[in-house]
């Protein structure tokens, strides 16, 4: 047996070339079912990306108290939304879970105790995003909460320890919005965002496309319309998940940029 069949033993993933690292802006649950320039993005970006082993995505949608990790076969296919067609309450994506993967990304995270949950699944932050990039629905799907109680700087610190996940076939996915204030949504206007709006997400894809991680983990401290952009923090957070896994001189670049509704920001993010 080959040291790389060795490996792939012990842990179920061969090692594999560093994976590259997604952020999603996901949007409405809708994108799910829609054809429109950001279900486009998607896949168009599922047919650049190599084939990965597995996927552990961090949803804005799953927050807890403690930091879990999914560990069961199947996950189910979670509607956490109301008030939309049947069409999209009739969607399943039925990937396979990890528990491997699951158990890997627990042991990767030595700063934080992980516990491994078998009652979550998908929700509507990964499997509506995920459906257009892999939509055979054949590759494992392992979800990551976010914990309530950490502040911005404990998640950007934990994440970076899932790194060496990426030379394993891991795709990483960070999954929310990072301008995202629903409290003040223009539903007349599908396209273009208020005027702070435009003013945060462009520092933000500064600071990003820059390597200034510190302005973006202390993102309280920019000002007004940083504050109006993410009055609360979950639809954030899984960008500073994706950004802290960054490596030196790795390319990062931005698709589906723009912003819907005054104030939703679909901006996406690839580094690697």
Same mark, same amino acid.
């Given at each position: 047996m080959t040291l790389r069949e060795l490996a792939k033993a012990a842990d179920g993933f061969a090692p594999t070339p560093t994976m590259p690292v997604l952020f999603?802006?996901?949007?409405?649950? #809708? !994108? %799910?079912i829609e054809d429109n320039p950001f279900t486009q993005g998607w896949q168009r970006m599922g047919k650049d990306l190599p084939h990965p082993n597995a996927i552990l995505c961090i949803s804005a @949608? /799953?927050? =807890?108290?403690?930091?879990?990790?999914?560990g069961m076969d199947r996950p189910r296919t979670i509607h956490d939304f109301g008030g939309f067609p049947q069409a999209l309450f009739d969607v399943q994506y039925p990937a396979p879970g990890s528990p491997e993967l699951a158990r $890997? *990304?627990?042991?990767? #995270? =030595? =700063? %934080?105790?992980?516990?491994? &949950? @078998?009652? /979550?699944?998908?929700? @509507?932050?990964? /499997?509506?995003?995920i459906i257009h990039l892999f939509p055979k629905a054949d590759?494992?799907?392992?979800?990551?909460s976010l914990d309530r109680n950490l502040k911005p700087e404990q998640h950007y610190a934990l994440a970076r320890e899932l790194s060496s996940l990426r030379k394993k076939g891991i795709l990483i996915i960070g999954s929310g919005n990072m301008v995202h204030n629903l409290g003040v949504i223009d539903w007349h206007n599908p396209d273009g965002g208020f005027d702070w709006a435009l003013e945060a997400g462009t520092r933000m894809k500064q600071l990003i496309t820059s390597g200034d991680h *510190? %302005?973006?983990? !202390?993102?309280?401290? !920019?000002?007004? %319309?940083?504050?109006? *952009?993410?009055?609360?923090?979950?639809?954030?957070?899984? $960008?500073?998940? =994706?950004?802290a896994l960054k490596q030196d001189k790795e390319p990062v670049s931005l698709? !589906? &940029?723009?912003?819907? #509704?005054?104030?939703?920001? #679909?901006?996406?993010?690839?580094?690697?």
């Open positions: 999603l802006g996901h949007g409405s649950p #809708m !994108n %799910a @949608h /799953w927050e =807890t108290r403690g930091t879990y990790v999914t $890997l *990304s627990q042991e990767a #995270m =030595t =700063t %934080a105790h992980v516990g491994i &949950d @078998h009652a /979550w699944g998908l929700d @509507h932050g990964a /499997w509506s995003v590759i494992p799907v392992v979800q990551l *510190s %302005a973006l983990v !202390n993102y309280a401290a !920019n000002g007004k %319309a940083f504050q109006l *952009s993410i009055p609360t923090p979950e639809h954030y957070l899984p $960008l500073l998940y =994706t950004l698709f !589906n &940029d723009r912003l819907v #509704m005054g104030s939703i920001a #679909m901006t996406s993010v690839r580094i690697g």
